[in-house]
């Protein structure tokens, strides 16, 4: 949703500084803080395109979501019982 992508945006920005200014002063720990904090926020934004994409789904074709969780849930069902 909004909020995830808000925040993933958020976390990418921050990320960038800490693995530029650990470039900066030859911190790798710094460094590799930041890089993991811009995959992070990457992986913010997808979740919430991916939330946004299933929301505008099933208020659109709420039979086809329906059935697609009818599916699933059988599946991890039988899955679980064995």
Same mark, same amino acid.
């Given at each position: 949703m909004e909020e995830q992508q808000i925040s993933g945006g958020l976390n990418q920005g921050v990320g960038r500084v800490k693995e530029a200014a650990g470039a900066l002063f030859g911190?790798? +720990?710094t460094e590799a803080q930041g +890089?993991? &904090? &811009?995959l992070r926020g990457q992986a913010q934004s997808?979740?919430?395109d991916a939330l946004d994409q299933?929301?505008?789904m099933t208020s659109e074709k709420p039979a086809i979501a329906l059935g697609a969780a009818l599916g699933l849930g059988l599946i991890i069902g039988l899955i679980l019982a064995r």
């Open positions: 911190d790798l +720990r +890089r993991a &904090q &811009q997808v979740y919430g299933i929301t505008s």
